[in-house]
Structure formats: C-alpha cells, structure tokens
C-alpha cells in the first residue's frame, strides 16, 4: 500500500511569503531565556507598562454586565462613535465643515488587522504601493498578500531616512495606487513635521494615489506632537487613517486597532473582515472605549510613560555618543534606535551578521536591519526597563568596538 503523501507545498498565495522578524527576534529571545539565558530583549515593539487600572477595570465591569457575545462585524457603536469624535476633532482644526462619522469606522482585531484589510481591499494584481524605506516589515508583505507588487523608496539617512515627494515621484508609474505613510517611523523613530506630511500627501493627490496612514504611534513623540494625516490632508477621499489602543494606553495584548475612511471604502472593510476574523473581541472594545474617554486621568498616564520613553532614550543616546564610531538616527518618537551595524558597506548583510552576535554572545535581542529593506543596520526597542536598556547598550558598544 502506497503510504500516505505528508509533504506540504504552500499555496501561491503564502509561497512567497517571510516570517515577521521582529515576531522571530522575540521567540529567539524568549527560548533562550526558557533555556537559562539572561536575555535582554530589546527587540519587541511592546510598552513594557501594564494598562491603565482605570482601563482594566471598565473592560471587568464589561464581564460582569455581559458583553462577552458577539459584536456587530465593525465594532460597537460607542467605540466607533468616540474615534469618530477624536477624530473630528482633529481634523475641524483645518476644515470645519468635515464631520467623521461612526459609518467610516471600522474595528478590527489590532492595527495590523486594519492595515490588512486596508491593502487587501484597494490593491491587487498589477498595482503598485509605495513604502519608504525602511518602514515597517508588514507593510511589504500585506500588499504581497494582495498580490500587489510593494515598491521600496529609500529615504536618506542624513535625513533621519525620511523621504521627500520628488523621491516619492520618480518612483510613481502607470500601475501605481497606493502610498503607506508611518510618523513617528517604525524602525528610525523619526517623525515628519507638518510641511513634510503636507507635502507627501499633495504629491499623492497629484499623482491619485491612495493613502494609508499608519499612525499607531503617533501620541509617543517627544517635543512636537507628531501630526496626524487628519491634520493636513487636503481631502479624506482617498485616505485611510490607521490607528488603535496598542501602543499609546500599553494595549497590546488587548488587540484593537482602527481604520477611518470613506463610508464605501469602511462597507467594503467591514465584508471583508466578516469573513476573516468577524467582530473584535467584545470585552477589549469596552476597554479600548474607556482609554478614548477617560479624560484628563487618562492622558496623564498617556504623558508619563511617554516621559519614561523620553528618558530611557536620552540615557541610550548619551551612552552611545560616548562612541564616535557608531552612527545612529536620533529619534523624535515611538520607542527605537536606529544604529548601523559594524562593517557596513563592507560586510554583506552586517546588519544580521551583528544582530546574531549580539543575541549569541553578548545576549542582546535587536531586530537586524534587513528586516526593514536596510540590510546594514539594526533596530532597538527601549520599551524596557531603564537599567536593562543601559546595560543592553553597554553591551552593544562593548560588541561595535571589538568588531
């Protein structure tokens, strides 16, 4: 009897598809430790705080009043109904007879399920999206998933890697539908001011492109508020705004994030995710609607852990200028360094040559840069405790200076 065929062949719609790095870093990381290794891992996009008490108590007040069935697909409507608010707010600073309603919402399950359903409903075979480079390493693979084709736009790194719209231009061609902007940027940190975001999005109009937003992290910025798109967009008619509750309000686990759009685009989202995940968890809207509402307690907690942020990246900057040597974006905001790797220009991929030393000998968890279209340099992440990120960038010099 001829034995059964166990051998997998992925379809063409994953065959080409990579496994997140930043998600692979994290497991490395985490078996070491199961193993016995003191691990610093500096290579997780996750706040290190627990959510607000005022949060955690509202979504147990949700269990204890029921809501533990299923929501409607987009999410309920005073969640909607208060991002629809918020952003209003903003964007009747600049145009006051623009109202965002509830019907342009839609919730998912986290921000990078918004990102999905953005890209898998506008782009497909034969279009082109935009990313400048480095971005995030999601972005490249979600509009793979949509069979479209990602188009790197490298920004410079005298220019905290950030593009400008001839950059963007010069890559524009017939089959081009889609630009994914992110301020304050994953991985650098950098954050584009208003005039530059102006810009970007005129140059996008010009050329009828659509364009997604990524601004999960737009509350973590230091000095000047980082600018969301609804602040400078001529026009919202070909724009979807991403956003959720990860990054700001320390909720990752919770999984909710957001698209604001057009009502037919928000329609078209919402079929799609009934059809994937459906409704987002009932009791983590509860959760998320009580970080949206909770007033002035709220964004106290907001302020102070971006204060910590701030510190921590004051205190790994000072400590890495103490090594002419190394080079490092300064970052405006989220919560990462963006430093070049040893051997850069010389060493193919240093990026990844460092980062796995830095994890086997040193054990210090960074993302390497190849994750990110920038295969000589790496990402840190000081969303950890300040001591730990000290000594972590202890050891980093230590490892750049016996290279």
Known sequence: MTPP?????????????????????????????????????LGAGEPDFDTPRVIRQAAQQAIDNGATRYTATE????????????????????????????????????????????????????????????????????????????????????RGFKVTPAELAAHVSARTRGLILNSPVNPTGSVYSR???????????EHNLWVISDEIYRRISYGAEAVSSLDVAESRDR?????????????????????????????AMTALQSHTTFSPASVSQSAALAALTGGPAIDATVTAMVAEFHTRRDA???LLATEPKIRVNPPDGAFYLFIEAPGAGRIPDAGSVFAKRLLEECDVAVVPGAAFFTPDWIRISYAAELTQVELAVRRIIDAYRSA
């Open 5 to 41: 065929d166990t051998s997998f062949t992925p379809s063409a719609n994953i065959a080409q598809l990579k496994e997140s790095a930043t998600i692979a870093v994290s497991q490395r990381a985490k078996a070491l430790r199961a193993a016995g290794r003191q691990i610093i891992d």
């Open 75 to 158: 999410g309920i409507l005073p969640l909607r109904t208060a991002i629809a608010a918020h952003a209003t707010a903003r964007r009747q600073r600049i145009i006051a007879a623009d109202t965002i309603t509830p019907a342009e919402v839609v919730v998912s399950t986290g921000s990078k399920q918004s990102l999905y359903n953005a890209c898998f409903s506008l782009f497909g075979p034969a279009d082109e999206v935009l990313i400048p480079t480095p971005s995030w390493t999601s972005y490249y693979e979600m509009v793979a998933l949509a069979r479209a084709t990602a188009v790197p736009v490298h920004g410079c790194p005298s």
């Open 195 to 205: 005039e530059e975001f102006r810009d970007l999005l005129a140059c996008a109009r």
């Open 239 to 267: 724009l979807v705004v991403v956003d959720g509750v990860a990054k700001a309000y320390a909720m990752t686990g919770w999984r909710i994030g957001w698209t604001i759009s057009t009502a037919p685009l928000a329609k």
């Open 316 to 318: 790994a900057m000072a």
